[in-house]
């Protein structure tokens, strides 16, 4: 699923026509790219791509003063069953990724087998750090946020919690780890 695609479809179903540049100003006003996975640059390409698919259309051409012309862009009736999809797909569909750790975990480097905790210890740092700043900013820029945004903001900190807890579960197991990782080196049966 594109959260780009599904976020320019929904806003020009919401919104009524809109230019990019207008679709980028919103995206930045509603903060997208603090709860989705939307980076506001990637917008107008986006949107040239759904133009392709005739999911948008040009509705009208603008032109203010010295300024380039502007594409004023609407939805089209397939960008509406597109959307209707999208949503679906979006409400329904789990989105679950690996994370590459869990393999480097699993295929340690038997000569650096010492530094295991220092490196983990390291990443759990960093991630608390991130914890703590998405907590600060959130609450910096909740007065701005709909109920829903703001719950999407939430998931990310929940998310982020859950790894926190689960890079405390891997510190206390590193012991055990390292005592088996070593003992497979022995006995290579």
């Not at 597109?82 to 480097?109: C, F, G, K, M, Y």
């Not at 700043?133 to 900190?157: F, K, M, P, Q, W």
Request: proline share 3%.
């Amino acid at each position: 699923m594109s959260s780009i695609r599904f976020y320019i479809l929904a806003s020009l179903a919401e919104r009524g026509p809109m230019h990019g540049h207008a679709l980028v100003a919103l995206a930045e006003q509603e903060h997208v790219h603090e709860w989705t996975d939307i980076s506001v640059g990637g917008l107008y390409g986006a949107a040239r791509r759904l133009l392709a698919e005739r999911l948008i259309e040009v509705v009208r051409t603008e032109k203010q003063g010295n300024y380039p012309e502007r594409q004023v862009f609407g939805i089209t009736d397939a960008g509406r069953v597109a959307l209707r999809v999208l949503q679906r797909d979006a409400l329904t569909e789990l989105n679950w990724r690996h994370d590459p750790v869990d393999l480097a975990i699993s295929r340690l480097d038997p000569e650096r087998l010492d530094e295991l905790e220092a490196v983990i210890r390291d990443r759990r740092d960093r991630l608390a750090a991130v914890l703590e700043h998405r907590r600060e900013h959130n609450a910096s820029i909740r007065r701005y946020l709909t109920v829903a945004e703001a719950l999407g903001t939430r998931h990310g900190i929940h998310r982020l919690e859950a790894e926190l807890a689960w890079h405390d579960e891997l510190l206390a197991a590193i012991p055990d780890i390292v005592r088996d990782e070593r003992t497979r080196q022995k006995d290579p049966s």
